[in-house]
């Protein structure tokens, strides 16, 4: 029987283990490649073979270039670029770093993340509301209008999440950030589910990813990226040992990075980054779309669902609203035990300000077959 895959895309699923499901769950978690597991576990054992610092200062070349390609992607100087545990915890420290003060205003688009509301809430921040059209698309006037007024009543900081983890949604940072930066006022943008997806070197002031989702890449590595603009402002506390091994031409925001931290998950990032370079990004954002748009119009008339936001231009990712009362956990859940189907299950808490219902998350990545939309459909129809 001939591949399903698409020919320009096979290799893709061949430097991949056999799965052993429909991953249809790559805005959660991607399917690293072999080359990626391969270079995460040969650092592993070269820490156990000459020592863990030894190994991590001989891998210095390799984290350089892996460190270098990543702050391109994100449009930050590679001196401003730091690895770290995850995407939330490169929040955490961005808010612990930046000149900002209890009672100083958030603005955010409705489709916000959940976990970064939390965030500015415990950092003492007020959330305000940006303006956003139909699509829940930032509307650029109204920013550009609230930026305009005077200085006591703007933001002290504009916050984006570039791809909305619930929906197909992508905001439009670049122009976001130009204006942004002319008013003087900085733009942040979350890149989760951007990074691997989409183009994120948007000019932000700081931007931050994670490596697990659509770089396939390691679980339990984040970055966070600062233009040097803001870095003689970053208020960074370290303890001595790491400053005394602080590189004499890094920026402050080398010392956001972990001093306790899996090199070796280090390692499989820029490993991850390399191919997914090699396989050239704009092509890889152009089949993403491709892919989203392929699994929309599979699902457009399935009985007992409404795909949300039908046209979804630039996303992989496809929501799915129940409309005959399913229960999306459950739903989840039969899908993967009973017709082998990975997706996720969107609870509410992922966008507060906007979900009023759970919403069944498919995402595909660039070896999506139309045989697995087809299965996906025909799984869903026999749950009814």
């Known amino acids: 029987m001939a591949d399903p895959v698409d020919p320009q895309w096979r290799w893709w699923r061949e430097r991949r283990v056999p799965a052993e499901r429909v991953h249809l769950d790559n805005a959660a978690a991607g399917r690293a490649s072999t080359a990626t597991l391969a270079a995460t576990a040969g650092h592993a054992e070269r820490e156990a073979a000459v020592g863990a610092y030894v190994a991590a ?9 892996g460190r270098a390609e990543l702050a391109r992607l994100l449009a930050v100087p590679a001196a401003g670029l730091a690895f770290v545990p995850s995407a939330e915890a490169a929040l955490v420290a961005l808010l612990a770093a930046w000149p900002l003060r209890a009672g100083d205003t958030v603005a955010v688009a409705p489709s916000e993340w959940g976990p970064n509301l939390h965030a500015f809430g415990r950092r003492g921040l007020r959330v305000t509301e940006l303006a956003a059209g139909g699509d829940g698309a930032v509307d650029l006037g109204a920013l550009e209008r609230m930026l305009a007024q005077p200085q006591a009543r703007r933001p002290a900081l504009v916050h984006l999440t570039q791809v909305t983890s619930h929906r197909a949604l992508v905001q439009p940072v670049a122009p976001a950030a130009a204006l942004c930066r002319a008013a003087r006022v900085p733009l942040w943008v979350d890149a989760a589910q951007a990074l691997g997806h989409v183009d994120t070197a948007c000019g932000a002031d700081a931007i931050y990813a994670t490596s697990r989702k659509w770089l396939t890449g ?9 233009a040097e603009r803001w870095w003689d402002r970053l208020t960074v506390s ?3 040992l790491m400053a005394d091994g602080r590189p004499a031409d890094a920026s402050p925001v080398w010392l956001m990075e972990a001093g306790e931290a899996s090199v070796a998950s280090w390692i499989g990032l820029c490993t991850a980054v390399r191919e997914y370079v090699e396989a ?6 152009r089949r993403l779309e491709q892919v989203g ?3 929309r119009e599979t699902l457009a008339d399935l009985p007992g669902w409404a795909v949300v936001d039908p046209a979804g231009a630039g996303s992989a990712i496809t929501a799915l609203r129940a ?16 017709h082998g189907i990975v997706t996720t299950a969107g609870a509410m808490t992922r966008a507060p300000r906007e979900m009023t219902e759970p919403l069944l998350r498919i995402s595909p990545h660039v070896d999506c077959t139309p045989e697995d939309l087809t299965r996906l459909r025909q799984g869903l129809l026999a749950l009814r």
């Open 293 to 295: 748009r392929q699994t």
């Open 280 to 285: 050239g990004p704009a092509r890889v954002w």
């Open 218 to 226: 390691p679980r339990g590595v984040g970055l966070a990226g600062v």
């Open 57 to 65: 200062a001989q891998a210095a070349p390799v984290l350089a270039e």
């Open 238 to 240: 370290a303890s001595d």
């Open 323 to 338: 409309s005959n009362g399913q229960d999306i956990a459950a739903t989840r859940a039969r899908l993967l035990d009973e």
